[in-house]
């Protein structure tokens, strides 16, 4: 027969055991676990704020939510400086996991954190920014969307709005790759289209309409440039004046003014490194597993109440076939 007191320290350590057994042990995205119950740390870092942005933001979000991942979000933005993004990303080291809007907050947080998963987005060119090994194995610790867009489908816009445009301007910031690569690659397609591209480069958004009025040019091209993107209005009041067509790379410059596009839906690519997200937390997957992936779906957008501010009338076949008309 057991003494009272060895009874009740009995019973202790059954309390005990049960007490661990219910509350488990917390999981980790490299644990494999599905991590029900836990509530993930994630640091997003973004260069700048504009539309576009901010949908890819928020369909990020919205994956994890329809995922069923629970997540406590650090929201932070670098307002347009590499000094800040780096701040920013030293601060995320001890982050579960962290979402890198842009190409100068990806290469921010690659040198900053390197024993964490990083998802990417809103990234042109991540072999060229030094970010992954290749598109297929990235390698590491980093995987994501990136928004390569059809340049030269998009230059053929210029054509088709303006057949007899011969000049394409292109503002662009000096400090951004992915802007540098687009800029090369609209060089290339504008032989082919008898267009002829014309450079200036911004280190600011407040440069960006002194750029533009430097340009005598035939339309204007806006590649993915967050510091162009962010102060595109200044661009597009310049474009008004000269009554020619500004063709931008995505869908939100669109909608905030410019004349058309066959792009993507940064909302939709966003969601898209949402998913691949919830594999890394919730399946265990390593990111350099994942490859880098892009999105297939393109839309074209026209704006016919900005071309009419232009003096511009949109060819009928371009409205009817558009995906999306803003009128």
């Not at 119950?37 to 979000?61: C, N």
């Not at 842009?102 to 921010?108: D, G, K």
């Not at 390569?148 to 503002?171: C, F, H, R, S, Y």
């Amino acid at each position: 027969m057991r003494s009272p007191r060895r009874a009740v320290a009995t019973a202790a350590i059954l309390a005990c055991a049960l007490t661990l057994a219910a509350c488990g042990t917390k999981g980790s995205p490299s644990s494999g676990g599905s991590g029900s119950g836990q509530t993930y740390q994630i640091g997003i870092t973004q260069i700048v704020t504009h539309p576009s942005l901010d949908e890819a933001r928020a369909g990020f979000k919205k994956a994890l939510q329809d995922a069923g991942i629970n997540a406590s979000y650090d929201e932070q933005n670098a307002q347009g400086e590499q000094a800040t993004a780096t701040l920013i990303a030293n601060k995320f080291k001890s982050k579960d996991l962290i979402l890198a809007i842009a190409t100068p907050t990806a290469q921010a947080a690659a040198q900053a954190i390197t024993d964490k998963p990083i998802l990417i987005t809103a990234v042109t060119d991540p072999v060229a920014a030094g970010l992954v090994d290749t598109m297929d194995k990235p390698g590491g610790n980093i995987t994501g969307t990136t928004d390569m867009n059809p340049v030269e489908e998009q230059l053929k816009l210029v054509k088709e709005i303006a057949p007899d445009a011969k000049t394409v301007g292109i503002v662009y910031s000096s400090g951004e790759v992915n802007s540098e690569i687009q800029v090369k690659m609209a060089k290339a397609a504008a032989q082919g289209l008898g267009l002829e591209i014309k450079e200036a480069t911004v280190s600011n958004s407040s440069e960006v309409q002194q750029a533009a009025l430097s340009l005598d040019v035939d339309a204007y091209y806006i590649p993915t440039d967050n510091t162009v993107v962010s102060a595109i209005e200044s661009l597009l009041q310049v474009a008004e004046s000269k009554k020619v067509p500004v063709i931008a790379a995505e869908g939100d410059s669109v909608k905030r003014g410019a004349t058309a596009t066959f792009g993507i839906d940064y909302y939709q690519l966003g969601y898209q490194t949402g998913q691949m997200a919830v594999k890394v937390l919730r399946d265990g997957a390593k990111p350099g597993d994942l490859p880098i992936e892009k999105q297939t779906k393109l839309t074209l957008t026209v704006n016919v109440t900005a071309a009419q501010r232009a003096g511009l009338t949109l060819p009928q076949a371009l409205v009817d076939r558009a995906d999306s008309v803003i009128k």
